[in-house]
């Protein structure tokens, strides 16, 4: 009888016990010296086990002699129970999968629960019995960790983020590796991030007078982000009916964002003064980029894939494609008159192609970046705290928190609180106004109701 299960049609098998028969090729000879020796080697049957004798005993000959005198026999042992399951797969593919067992009530147990399997979740929760972690990162990245695809400006498939994908990967399968992924258990998740955070990163802190070097600290925010991988690759793997659930579901807060530490460096008006004062000589190039970084606040992979066909002088506003943006939406920000005239420039250099990037840069300007924040003095700066400055100055000339998650592209409040810091002048500018307040409350203290109204 045929039935559907799992998204396969397979035929109905009852599975059954037995115990297992194994057969050996025993052969006994004396040495050279006189003393009894015996060979015993394990056979697949009966049959394979009466060659194997008449093999051994050719291969004694040639060693000691052709006179020598052997003597042989098969005999069987009973072996392990076993739990079999048959079935026929919607390829038309017939299949037994057994399981070895302790005892005869242990193989009913495991025949019962194969058949479960196959009910609820088809063959493949058979598979997945015997799946490693290894053998599951292989196919994910296969299968999801690849480059990003896209139509009609939309992606269908593939991740963004593909290549720190890969790198955490190689890392979860240095810890997992041939572990069953059905034996992975809320405690290893936990064991796994204790040692992450205990390993320390190939960064280097400080470079002591003796030689030595202290390397920096993992932080939590990157551990999380390899849980997020090994997240989405066991609930892949429950898609695929390899998993009945994932030990996520057991966890939810073992990542947990709130306990990042969350960046809140802004640059003050003489610290940009200072960085674009250092954007000179082979590092010229970036003054254009972070006054764009500054004016807009455009994530660096939006400014890198800008295209002049996107830059839009006569009105002042610059469209981001949906394609290049984090969120997949395209948005429109305005253009300042510094980052103009930066365009204007730019413009008269470049062929005269609107298809052709804005800065002349694909990948990313670390190393030049690091050079001229080093000469400005200022080597805590990171170029994504550009991004963290232009929300911090929208939010001090009083724009609505709304319209600035819009113009960072935003989908979630949330995020944009995450960019907004109080800066020292929005701090005194607090201050002052609680001075105000409590000057105002003094004066009226004591004074006749009236004369307050």
Not at 19 to 44: L, M
Not at 84 to 108: C, I, M, P, W
Not at 361 to 374: A, C, D, G, P, Y
């Amino acid at each position: 009888m045929l039935k559907s299960s799992g998204g396969f049609i397979m035929r109905e098998r009852s599975g059954y016990v037995y115990q297992e028969i194994n057969w050996y090729a025993v052969v006994t000879y004396k040495d050279n010296s006189g003393q009894p020796q015996t060979i015993r080697r394990r056979a697949k049957s009966q049959s394979h086990a009466s060659e194997l004798a008449e093999q051994i005993i050719e291969e004694l000959k040639q060693t000691i002699g052709h006179s020598l005198k052997t003597s042989h026999k098969v005999i069987s042992e009973k072996g392990a129970w076993i739990a079999r399951v048959t079935l026929t797969d919607s390829t038309g593919k017939r299949k037994n999968v057994k399981r070895h067992a302790e005892n005869k009530t242990e193989a009913r147990e495991l025949q019962k629960k194969l058949l479960r399997q196959i009910e609820d979740r088809g063959e493949q929760a058979i598979e997945g019995d015997r799946l490693t972690f290894d053998k599951l990162a292989d196919v994910y990245e296969k299968h999801k960790a690849k480059p990003p695809e896209y139509h009609d400006e939309r992606k269908v498939r593939g991740l963004r983020s593909y290549r720190n994908v890969l790198t955490h990967l190689k890392t979860l399968k240095a810890f997992f590796g041939r572990k069953l992924i059905r034996s992975i258990t809320v405690a290893d998740i936990e064991e796994y991030k204790s040692v992450r955070l205990k390993t320390k990163t190939c960064r280097v802190k400080e470079k002591r007078e003796d030689g030595t070097i202290e390397y920096k600290a993992r932080s939590l925010t990157s551990v999380n982000r390899e849980l997020e991988v090994l997240r989405a690759m066991l609930q892949f793997a429950v898609r695929q009916n390899w998993l009945a659930r994932s030990p996520f579901s057991l966890a939810e807060s073992i990542i947990s964002k709130a306990d990042e530490k969350q960046r809140e460096r802004i640059l003050t008006r003489d610290e940009e003064e200072k960085l674009l004062a250092a954007c000179t000589d082979q590092r010229a190039h970036l003054r254009p980029i972070i006054i764009c970084a500054l004016d807009t606040g455009m994530r660096q992979g939006e400014i890198f894939k800008l295209q002049w066909k996107d830059v839009d002088l006569a009105n002042r506003t610059i469209i981001i494609q949906a394609f290049n943006t984090k969120t997949l939406t395209q948005r429109e920000v305005g253009i300042t008159d510094r980052l103009a005239q930066e365009f204007e420039r730019l413009w008269e250099l470049s062929p005269k192609d609107p298809e052709m990037i804005v800065f002349g840069i694909e990948n990313n300007v670390k190393h030049s970046f690091l050079s001229v924040r080093k000469t400005a003095g200022l080597p805590d700066v990171r170029f994504h705290d550009l991004r963290h400055t232009h929300a911090t100055r929208l939010v001090s000339a009083h724009i609505p928190l709304s319209e600035v998650g819009r113009i960072l592209g935003h989908t979630q409040a949330n995020t944009t609180y995450r960019y907004v810091n109080a800066n020292v002048e929005t701090a005194r500018r607090a201050a002052a106004v609680l001075d105000e307040f409590n000057k105002s409350s003094r004066e009226t203290k004591g004074k006749p109701a009236e004369l307050v109204n």
